[in-house]
């Protein structure tokens, strides 16, 4: 299947850990991006990224961190997490990172629930 | 600073006609987009609008009035799987998407 796909569904774990989320993408696009999903649905971005450029929301505490081995994984890392920090996260794709309708597709998110 | 505003809730009868609403105050403007979020889902893509005017794509249609800063999301012969969310974002000068909070659309029968 065509798709974004994203591990794990759901993460439980506790206050100080370091966790990771994995993403993947076989559409052949060229921007990825994780977005944050809080209590009150807002999607906050997170960071973009393609293979010139990595965009970080100033906002986004430096314990989260992208890691792109390659052009169609992005993966979340995140230091010494806090309660904070739970929320669904979602991985995102598009082709074009700019201009033009730019129509994301989501993976079907990740659950972080910090103790 | 950046603002999209929707309502939180609508409810609407199945077989009727709906509409949300989408307004926002962003800085510069490059489109905008509506996607459905079903209660523990992905976000999907439903439409894009650039320019003013009605787009239509089967029962739904989506209308832009740059000028004013407004937009909505109309969904004909409502059916029960239209119960979801609706979430307008809004692409900024810098190109980067602007969300509302989404609008919880109850189908009751």
């Known amino acids: 299947d065509t798709a974004v796909s994203q591990t794990p569904k759901y993460l439980v774990t506790q206050m100080g850990n370091d966790k990771s989320i994995k993403c993947e993408q076989n559409l052949g696009h060229d921007t990825m991006y994780w977005y944050k999903q809080d209590s009150k649905k807002f999607l906050k971005i997170m960071f973009s990224?393609?293979?010139?450029?990595?965009?970080i929301n100033e906002t986004v505490p430096n314990r989260f961190s992208p890691k792109s081995p390659d052009k169609a994984h992005l993966n979340l890392h995140i230091n010494s997490l806090e309660l904070g920090d739970s929320a669904v996260y979602f991985c995102?794709?598009?082709?074009?990172?700019?201009?033009?309708?730019?129509?994301?597709?989501f993976g079907a998110g990740s659950r972080l629930t910090v103790l | 600073g950046q603002n999209i505003d929707q309502p939180t809730e609508m409810t609407a009868t199945e077989g009727a006609i709906v509409q949300i609403n989408c307004t926002y105050q962003?800085?510069?403007?490059?489109?905008l987009f509506w996607y459905q979020q079903h209660a523990g889902e992905a976000p999907t893509f439903l439409s894009y609008n650039v320019l003013d005017g009605l787009e239509e794509k089967g029962r739904f249609s989506s209308f832009l009035s740059r000028s004013i800063g407004y937009s909505y999301l109309l969904l004909k012969e409502l059916q029960m799987k239209d119960s979801a969310s609706y979430l307008c974002?809004?692409?900024?000068?810098?190109?980067?998407?602007?969300w509302g909070a989404g609008t919880k659309l109850i189908i009751k029968p």
């Open positions: 995102a794709s598009s082709q074009d990172g700019g201009s033009g309708a730019n129509v994301l597709t």
């Open positions: 962003t800085s510069g403007f490059n489109g």
């Open positions: 974002a809004v692409r900024d000068s810098n190109y980067q998407l602007i």
């Open positions: 990224y393609n293979n010139k450029e990595l965009i």
